[in-house]
């Protein structure tokens, strides 16, 4: 019997990683997708495209960043493979988005909106680095732009949200 | 604003958790920035509590506009897998929410000395829920759970011990069997609210559910 190479991922193990991060898998394709059954789909073919390619992450450390790499990916084939129109802010606002919502906190709801209406290019780092963890260059070498762009649509994503917050937004030149 | 502070500022809003080493020292000399970096970790703690959606939510009433894509996956992963069955489980949100919770406490099965009937009672206190249970509970813990403090116990029965929940803020309509990893679940409609029982995958516990709910008052 041949030893499985030192760093290759086995079925098992691979299968539970995947179950313990989907939550936020599922998470990270609705922030990208507002939508939440194009997210569904996103995570599955994420899931399916993972399991595949199992046997090129070496680290289980590097689990999540790979495969929220993934889900970009993914969400990006999917738009362009299945044509799906992009979603209207404006309608996902007017239906009250059940995903939104939160038990008696409506200054967390609304920041969640606040968020849905922040335009892809600045919701999307913010989303890798709150949510998924990324450094500034992680994010920057993830979507092809440099550090000092990534640092500057970070800033304007908080700067935005910083008055939903009841804070004064900062000066800048946008 | 010097030129000193709108840099710092673009570097906190970009990166309020690791400003780079001039900022920091700018920080010890401006008060404003000061107080702009704190603002910014505090919008922060806010932003992770939104994004951090609770998949519950997606179970409600979610519109399924690209569903044949979905079942078209699966199928082909069925194949792909043979038997595999961690990617075709009925998706439940609630179900995931619970045994996250039990992962996050696992030192909560390891107990085996009754919890005092003092220490019991504040738990249930804190989370406004009545439990009387025949069992032993080995572990109480008042616990975030949605958005409400909920009891977390551990109860001994002579299978095994048994994390109950008592969920009185989650209505449920019918009981809902789960298996999750090394877990095996239900959630059974108890009060206005419900009740979540998990034990390890492979332990019965069917026999001793009338006696965990007889607990819920």
């Known amino acids: 019997m041949n030893p499985r190479p030192r760093g290759t991922t086995a079925g098992a193990p691979f299968a539970r990683l995947l179950e313990m991060l989907r939550p936020d898998l599922v998470r990270f394709a609705f922030w990208l997708a507002r939508d939440r059954a194009v997210a569904e789909d996103v995570v599955q073919e994420t899931l399916i495209r993972a399991w595949k390619s199992r046997e090129e992450l070496k680290d289980q450390a590097a689990a999540r960043p790979w495969l929220f790499t993934i889900i970009r990916r993914e969400h990006a084939r999917l738009y362009e493979r299945k044509r799906l129109p992009t979603v209207d802010v404006e309608t996902v606002e007017a239906l009250g988005d059940p995903a939104l919502a939160s038990d008696g906190d409506a200054g967390l709801e609304d920041l969640r909106r606040a968020i849905m209406q922040l335009p892809d290019e600045y919701r999307e780092p913010l989303v890798l680095q709150v949510l998924g963890g990324f450094t500034t260059g992680e994010i920057a070498a993830d979507l092809g732009l440099t550090q000092a762009a990534v640092l500057t649509r970070l800033f304007r994503a908080r700067n935005r949200l910083r008055v939903i917050y009841g804070l004064q937004a900062a000066e800048d030149a946008e | ?217």
């Open chain 2, 1 to 217: 604003m010097s030129n000193e502070c709108a840099h710092a500022r673009i570097a906190i809003g970009g990166e309020p958790h690791a400003i780079p080493p001039e900022v920091t020292a700018h920080l010890a000399t401006c008060a404003a920035c000061r107080q702009f970096h704190a603002e910014t970790l505090s919008l922060d703690g806010r932003l992770r509590a939104a994004l951090e959606l609770p998949l519950s939510n997606f179970r409600k009433a979610a519109p399924a506009p690209a569903r044949r894509f979905a079942m078209a996956a699966s199928v082909a992963l069925a194949l792909l897998v043979g038997g595999s069955f961690w990617l075709f489980r009925p998706q439940s949100a609630l179900a995931d929410e619970i045994v996250e919770h039990v992962e996050h406490e696992p030192d909560s099965w390891l107990s085996r000395e009754p919890v005092s009937p003092d220490a019991l009672a504040s738990v249930l206190e804190k989370a406004g829920v009545r439990y009387d249970t025949r069992f032993p509970v080995t572990y109480a813990s008042p616990c975030p759970f949605r958005g409400h403090i909920v009891p977390h116990m551990v109860v001994q029965t002579d299978h095994g011990p048994l994390t109950v929940m008592v969920l009185e803020h989650v209505k449920s309509d019918a009981e809902g069997v789960f298996t999750e990893g090394e877990y095996r679940g239900i959630v059974l409609p108890a009060g206005s609210g419900s009740i979540a029982v998990v034990a390890r995958k492979g332990q019965e516990f069917d026999g001793d559910l009338k006696g965990v709910l007889e607990g819920v008052r």
